[in-house]
């Protein structure tokens, strides 16, 4: 285990402001794509074709989730729960066969069972929030039927008619766990299906543009409640061995909408990984046609996006809560990948430039890839290359969000706090407003700048502009008033107005 702490610290007025970031990796270890909510437990697994899950904190060594069982002969985890406290998957029992899992940081690892008739072999896919509830699949006679499991009572079939129901399939659920959603074949057609304390809701199939109900659909996940679900939908031609042709939303209230389909028109097709945040208002999704590729992102409120696109390939994995950072990999034309998020205007960054500018230092390894994030995209997990073919795990969290400004012309860029400014040489700006600066962080966030003009260090954030702190002789609070030209500040304490040369210190 190797760790970096890298604190940064400022104190001005008695004010205390904090770049902080936190690194660390885990030798030999996969991040399976799953972080909690608050970002400090990560989920990882030994490489593939080796079968061990870990639950890691990230200050910490990974703990091994088989507790030295010697009986069990692989493990391979599927989820963790939003508190990072529970994590679902399967095991190979001493006899071969898979076994459902539930594992907690409180009891430890527990198998599930199966299903009754049939051979022996279960999986689990996810849990409720508090992990007392657990779905996935189990194996009757007949096949493969989707299951859920909690301890009072055990695991039960949840489509037990199977000559209805064929090949049924589950996908999400609820918080609570109480609902289920998945997918059946229903007179041969893959349509939606919404398990809910025993009743069975099959949505059907979907109306296509002249409103004939002949397209098929899959669920992706549903909301919080288990009332709204998001899916794919498939063309009425094709079906579902084409691949998917559009996002949809399904209400009780509402039924289907579609609102989003790939750009290339009707042989273009979604790729099979499609990312949805928790509360449904995020999806991030890659797409093919015949001549290129892309990455749509759909945010509401803020409709849909393309992601820069450049290099050889790009994937994105995740999101955070709001959308507004998109992380994944990319591969650029020296065939090299590389961990890269992109910001709320669709632009990607690199990770490590970004890191750098917190004074991290990887050890001179790019980052291979960022494959899972924070609900409030402050810590992200993925994996740094090693020799060899190799790869390690790694955890980083950022005590304060960066911003990304928009590009609005060449070298030109928009903060939606400071407004326009040109980007010079090194550290060196030119604002609309404030003419020649040099800013003494690396991010716009929280910045430190040398005023030509007044000849003067100033202070401010997103949360105090147009308010400053002059720091050095002076060390007074100013309203700088917005628009005047030439500038005008104004002493916070006395109410005085100070034009550019008043500011200006003595000799």
Known sequence: MNKWFIVLCACIFGMHTYVCAEFNT????????????????????????????????????????????????????????????????????????????????????????????????????????????????????????????????????????????????????????????????????????????????????????????????????????????????????????????????????????????????????????????????????????????????????AGIDLLEYPGKSSTAWQSSADGNIVIGSNIGLDNVSRAVIWDAFGKMHILDDLLASTGIDTGGRELLSASAISPDGRSIAGQLPLEDNKSIAYHVTLSGLWSFDEPIAERWRQSPWYGNYYMGPGTVIYHENHAWQDYFTGEFFNIYYYDHATQNWFWTSSDYYPFFYIIGSMNRWVYYRIGSNPREFVDVETGAVFNEDDLIPPP
């Not at 002969?73 to 939003?82: A, D």
């Not at 299903?115 to 194996?139: K, Q």
């Open 26 to 301: 885990a030798t030999g270890l996969v991040v399976h794509r799953q972080i909690s909510d608050d970002g400090s437990q990560v989920l990882l697994r030994l490489p593939y074709p080796a079968y061990t899950g870990y639950h890691w904190e990230p200050a910490n060594e990974p703990l091994n989730l088989r507790d030295a069982d010697e009986t069990i002969k692989g493990l391979v985890p599927s989820y963790l729960s939003n508190d990072g406290q529970t994590i679902v998957g399967y095991y190979i029992r001493s006899d071969g066969n898979p076994e459902a899992f539930r594992w907690r940081t409180s009891d430890g690892l527990l198998g599930l069972g199966d299903l009754p008739s049939g051979r022996f072999e279960s999986d689990a896919f996810g849990c409720s929030v508090d992990g007392s509830v657990v779905f996935g699949e189990g194996r009757v006679a007949t096949g493969s039927r989707p299951m859920r499991w909690t301890e009072t009572a055990g695991m039960i079939d949840l489509f037990p008619d199977h000559a209805f129901y064929i090949q049924p399939f589950a996908v999400d659920c609820s918080e609570d766990g109480q609902i289920v959603v998945g997918s059946a074949q229903v007179y041969e057609e893959t349509v939606s299906v919404i398990w809910n304390n025993g009743n069975i809701h099959v949505l059907g199939l979907m109306p296509d543009a002249m409103g004939t109900n002949i397209r098929e659909n899959f669920p992706i996940a549903c909301s919080p409640d288990g009332t709204r679900l998001i899916g794919y939908g498939y063309h009425p031609d094709f079906g579902i061995f084409h691949g998917a042709n559009s996002i949809w939303s399904w209400s009780n209230d509402d039924g289907f909408e579609d609102f989003l389909a790939p750009i290339g028109g009707d042989l273009a097709k979604f790729s099979a990984n499609a990312y949805v945040s928790e509360d449904l208002s995020c999806v991030v999704v890659g797409f093919v046609d015949w001549n290129d590729g892309g990455i749509l992102r759909w945010r509401e409120g």
